[in-house]
């Protein structure tokens, strides 16, 4: 099964092993939540963590968020994790620190005998890799195309720095984040991420130029740590009325060229042909997929 991630613009952590936000997460209007297992908990209470995060999946999953889970990335710990995400109620699993392909079909292997085990719908659990080192890069296209079941793409920003020696700054991040954005498109996967720390969240309006600038460049939604960042990946990854407007009277007017037989056409000024069209094609589907939280759609 080959998977196409829903429109997701944001996808808010919430530490798995504290209850508080935990249970204010339906509350932060987040298109996904995703419960964390990884770097937000202490090792002494992971244990705890992944024994909770299947109730807690379920009830969010009734409450009609959708459930991503980033799992731990070493082999000891990610395998009793995903024994326990498992579950219909957990849309995606994030695996962070993904180095290589082999790491992510071990991954994917290992869900499709749970899937089988258990009777959830084969490949209905897809996966959302972070890539978090400078040696990953050189191994982006085969990561890309590890698995079907990979449905996205981001650059770890924090981590990532770490590993390039470098300040999580725009222009330090902006080569590494393209060529993560850049491998995920020829591969048919979204590309998730923003140009920016991810622990910058106290200046706003900084952070709304920052998702406002990303998604010129391409990217569709992003991974955040605070709900008042929440409001403003909403706002700034979707198309504005005015643009959905222009894109729906872009095609119009091209398509009538191609009744007159003709290939370009004028609008407002501008010459429309081919490439210009498509672009307003892909704004339009962007919000064409009914696939938002509380939908029953899968990752598929």
Not at 117 to 122: A, H, K, L, T
Not at 139 to 168: H, N, Q
């Amino acid at each position: 099964m080959e998977h196409k991630l829903p429109p997701w613009r944001s996808l808010l952590f919430v530490p798995a092993n504290v209850p508080d936000y935990i249970d204010k997460a339906h509350q932060r209007n987040a298109d996904a939540v995703v419960l964390d297992l990884e770097d937000s908990v202490p090792p002494g209470e992971k244990a705890a963590a992944r024994e909770r995060v299947a109730s807690v999946a379920e009830k969010l999953s009734a409450r009609g968020v959708d459930v991503v889970v980033r799992i731990n990335a070493s082999l000891r710990l990610a395998a009793p994790d995903l024994e326990a995400v498992a579950i219909p109620a957990v849309r995606a699993v994030c695996v962070p620190k993904v180095n290589g392909a082999a790491q992510l079909q071990w991954i994917s292997e290992a869900l499709g005998e749970l899937e089988v085990e258990r009777g959830i719908s084969q490949g209905g659990i897809c996966l959302i890799a972070m890539i978090e080192s400078v040696g990953a890069l050189s191994r982006l296209e085969e990561i890309a195309k590890s698995t079907r079941r990979l449905a996205a793409m981001t650059l770890g920003t924090e981590d990532f720095a770490v590993s390039a020696g470098i300040v999580p700054e725009a222009d330090a991040l902006l080569y590494p984040c393209q060529q993560v954005l850049f491998a995920a498109r020829a591969a048919g996967i979204t590309p998730l991420g923003f140009v920016g720390s991810i622990a910058q969240y106290r200046d706003l309006e900084a952070f709304r130029d920052t998702i406002r600038r990303s998604r010129q460049l391409g990217f569709r939604g992003a991974l955040c740590i605070h709900p008042a960042q929440v409001a403003i990946m909403n706002e700034e990854f979707a198309p504005s009325g005015e643009e959905l407007a222009e894109a729906s009277s872009i095609i119009e007017a091209y398509e009538q060229a191609l009744l007159a037989g003709r290939g370009s056409a004028e609008f407002n000024g501008r010459m429309l042909d081919a490439p210009v069209v498509a672009r307003a094609r892909e704004v339009l589907a962007s919000v064409a997929d009914e696939a938002l939280p509380g939908s029953t759609a899968g990752c598929d």
